[in-house]
């Protein structure tokens, strides 16, 4: 697609997204539509340094964890606004990344994906132990307020909406402005091969380590808003690696380094996880056994995802025009 | 002519391997120089150690003057130096343009700079008709001209060509011969890893030989093919008498 | 405080050879097929079910039932390298990563929607019975475990030194060309491979029963404790898998005694964060490909 053509279709987009709750007014359905944005921001927040520069981490559950804990200790301790807290939790999760980069990125392919896990899990169980700091494993409450936007609560699901809505439009104006650039290039190449990216200049190691903070800094505000909105946090809610799992699966399954490829496996995800869900009732293991259903079929028939194979579907007819 | 080039003493061990001892040579500016030996001899190793992919064991590689041992490999093409890999390594998903891109922001950091130093370097290689094709997609000696067009996007003054020829057909190799002449035509200064004794003989006015990680001989084509100690390393010692 | 390191001591050997089981299953198929086996934790929990089920209800001794866990997850690991694995083999990192990761997923929540996830355990003649000795407390099952664990791992050494098809395993982890030249069909080879890697998990799943609950989540911590004790002892070498599992279990239980004791998995990360701080450059070299 050309550049104006995709904007123009990203703008219509938006515009729908936002006309959206002047329709669905159903609790339900609005419920629905905020975890398909939610974890679309955190899958495009993954795709960063998953799907462009192909880093399968494993252990972003961690950045979303600390955006939680860093936006509700500020909260609940010192009655900061979680909007402000929203940009300290990125701070944090950024700064973090960069010792977890440190031990992460002198791995290659799976020890790098094992190595990300560790240490998410291992945050985890420090938050667990910490139980004077920050509520240990019983985890807090969070102080309902009724109708405060101030303090990012709403009266009714609409407001999230918009908030969950804003951070996958901020995740995809990143992610469309780093495919476009230089460092773009870069994400894809040191993902395809690293010597031969470092052989054409390219800092690899400061590639990464940028990546890895912009991602985590996006995944850490997802984790803000998210116990804003279920009113609660523990270490076993925000740090599970079930989030580290979406994270990457609607990604895998949407497309890899694709800008809406996050969005669509989301939206195909929790759909298909609804529909289970008011069909079965909540039964332990079914959501994950059909996303692991997914997930293999789409490694075993189509790796590049949804949209990645669209994708190779154009340019191959785009290689055929060029050749005539 | 200065010297681009200035290799003295090098060595590299792998465990107890000497894979490359004692070697220096010197790339005048504006030459093309071939390193050739028998398998095995330290040639790659020794592209290795230049690039800066291998930290040498001793010795210093000193480039326009100044010591570039110990930089990473991406500051040593900062530097001006740019290498080709033996196995090409294209990043297989992107179009043959975006390769060359990658290439050319070292120079340009503003995409539309970038596209048009990038789109020079592709006709230079031949390759414009291929642009949008993915780089996994490309014939060998179409991936070779793809390396060399990545190179040369990032706008070296040294060109390290890592056996450019190998699985090339004949007529292939003339045209890789052919291309390596217009490289030097253009005042590069190119130092060239290469097995095909008549691709060498044809691109370089100067050789080093290696064996066994040594440096064994050095000199113009036609001296160095007839020198014994080189035929021997080749053909084995039967041959040389 | 000599006597309980001691006894701590023990402890970890005797858990560090189940892992030892693990360990060398997961190198195994590192070192010949190039796939880490997410899944591997999970089919130890299968063996662990097995065995369950088997004492159950017709009353087989879990120890015994390794006759049939064994032979079964071998038949598991040669199916799964036939209709999964070998699909996955030359891509790109993200298949080969995920296929296996989705398997351990698949594997697991099937477990939790079949079996729930409560903690069952099997009775056994010797689960309590314990050997003292010089003021040490040996427990009979976890001493059983540790000398079939150790014996099977002998039998795996002998098996790729002396047969023409271990030393074919062997020839084609250290290099995939050479093996090919000699005419080793690899498909063969990655299968046995998989197939006796399973076996392992299965017999380590077995061996468990007599002394821990079996539920869904069982296989995590093992295979855990496998990625750290492979990095440590290099991946895809057998004896150096063993080695570090006897040190991790060491480790582990070590940590328990002096830092509490629901410490164990803290434990194990700080091994793993460590392993990959200390040493950098030689894991890298050997994930690379």
Redesign the interface.
């Known amino acids: 697609m050309a550049i104006p053509v995709r904007i123009g279709v990203a703008a219509a987009g938006a515009i729908l997204a936002a006309a959206l709750p002047l329709v669905v007014k159903s609790p339900f359905a609005l419920d629905v539509l905020i975890r398909i944005l939610l974890f679309a921001a955190i899958g495009t927040a993954w795709n960063l340094l998953g799907g462009y520069a192909k880093q399968f981490s494993l252990g972003h559950s961690a950045f979303f964890g600390l955006g939680a804990y860093t936006s509700t200790l500020l909260q609940i301790d010192l009655g900061v606004s979680p909007w402000i807290g929203m940009l300290a939790g990125g701070v944090v999760a950024a700064l973090a990344s960069l010792p977890i980069g440190w031990l992460c990125f002198r791995l290659r392919g799976p020890y790098f994906t094992i190595a990300t896990i560790a240490t998410a899990q291992m945050l985890m169980l420090v938050f667990l132990k910490l139980r004077d700091f920050a509520w240990g494993a019983e985890g807090t409450t969070i102080p309902n307020l009724g109708s405060a936007p101030l303090m990012m609560q709403f009266a009714g699901k609409a407001g999230y909406y918009y908030v969950t809505l804003a951070l996958l439009l901020l995740g995809l104006a990143v992610t469309a402005w780093i495919e476009r650039s230089r460092i773009g290039y870069y994400l894809v190449a040191l993902g395809e091969e690293q010597d031969a990216a470092e052989a054409i200049g390219i800092n690899v190691p400061q590639v990464k380590r940028r990546i890895f903070m912009i991602s985590a800094f996006l995944t850490a505000m997802a984790g803000t808003f998210y116990v804003q909105y279920i009113y609660f946090i523990d270490p076993q809610t925000v740090f599970n690696f079930s989030i580290s799992i979406e994270a990457a699966l609607v990604s895998i399954v949407g497309g890899v380094g694709t800008l809406f490829g996050p969005l669509v496996g989301a939206v195909l995800l929790e759909t298909t996880s609804t529909l289970l869900q008011s069909r079965l009732g909540s039964i332990a293991g079914v959501q994950l056994t059909t996303y692991s259903l997914i997930l293999m079929a789409v490694i075993l028939w189509r790796p590049t995802g949804i949209l990645g194979y669209f994708a190779e579907l154009v340019a191959r007819r785009r290689a055929k025009r060029a050749e005539r | 002519m200065a010297d681009a080039l200035v290799v003295s003493s090098l060595a590299k061990r792998f465990g107890g391997l000497a894979a490359v001892q004692d070697v220096s040579f010197t790339v005048r500016e504006g030459e093309t120089l071939a390193l050739i030996g028998p398998n095995g001899a330290g040639k790659t190793t020794a592209f290795n150690l230049i ?1 800066g ?1 291998y930290r040498p064991d001793a010795g210093s590689v000193r480039a326009f003057g100044s010591e570039i041992v110990g930089l ?3 500051q040593v ?2 530097r001006g130096l ?2 080709t ?1 033996q196995v090409a ?7 043959v343009l ?1 390769n060359v ?3 050319a ?2 120079r340009d ?1 503003a ?1 539309e700079a ?1 596209r048009s130093k990038a789109r020079e370097a592709i006709d230079f290689v031949g390759l414009s ?1 291929r ?4 780089a996994r ?1 490309l014939t060998t000696i179409d991936q070779r001209r793809l390396e060399m067009a ?2 040369l ?2 706008q070296p003054k040294v060109l390290l060509l890592d056996e450019v020829m190998a699985g090339l057909n004949p007529a292939e190799v003339d045209q890789a011969v052919s291309l390596v002449h217009k490289l030097a035509g253009r005042g590069l200064t190119i130092v060239i890893v290469e097995h095909l004794m008549r691709a060498v003989m044809a691109v370089a006015k100067h050789i080093v030989v290696l064996d066994h990680g040594q440096k064994i001989a050095e000199g113009a084509p036609d001296d160095v093919v007839r020198d014994p100690e080189v035929i021997r390393a080749y053909l084995g010692s039967s041959y040389a008498r | 405080m000599v006597e309980i390191v001691a006894q701590a001591v023990i402890n970890g050997l005797l858990i560090g050879g189940i892992y030892a089981l693990v360990s060398i299953g997961v190198t195994l198929i590192f070192g010949v097929v190039k796939i880490v086996n997410f899944a591997q934790g999970e089919f130890v929990m299968l063996g662990m079910y097995m065995s369950y089920f088997l004492g159950t209800g017709l009353g087989v001794d879990p120890i015994v039932s390794l006759v049939v866990t064994m032979p079964v997850l071998f038949v598991a690991g040669v199916l799964i390298q036939h209709f999964l694995i070998r699909r996955v083999l030359g891509q790109n990192d993200l298949p080969q990563i995920f296929l296996t990761f989705a398997l351990s997923l698949l594997i697991l929540n099937v477990s939790l929607m079949a079996f729930t996830a409560n903690y069952r355990t099997l009775h056994t003649p010797y689960s309590e019975e314990a050997l003292h000795f010089a003021g040490l407390y040996i427990p009979v099952a976890k001493l059983i475990a540790f000398v079939v664990a150790m014996a099977l791992s002998g039998v795996l050494w002998a098996f790729l030194h002396a047969t023409d098809l271990g030393k074919a395993m062997r020839a084609a982890s250290q290099n995939r060309e050479v093996a090919q030249l000699m005419g080793i069909n690899p498909n063969r080879v990655f299968a046995v491979a998989l197939g006796i890697a399973l076996a392992l998990a299965g017999a380590a799943g077995s061996l468990l029963m007599p002394f821990y609950a079996a539920y869904p989540m069982v296989g995590q911590v093992f295979v855990l404790m496998a990625f750290v004790a492979v990095v440590l002892g290099t991946l895809g070498n057998v004896i150096g898998a063993l080695v570090a599992s006897l040190l991790m279990g060491v480790a582990e239980s070590l940590g328990i005694q002096f830092i509490g004791a629901d410490s164990g998995l803290i434990v194990v990360f700080l091994l793993l964060l460590a392993t990959l701080a200390l040493r950098p450059r030689g894991l890298a070299a050997g994930v690379q490909r």
């Open positions: 690039t992919f990473r490999p991406y093409c900062a740019a290498r890999f390594k294209p990043f297989g998903e992107m179009t975006d891109m990658t290439g922001f070292l950091p995409p970038a008709a642009e949008r094709t993915t997609d990545r190179a996007a990032t």
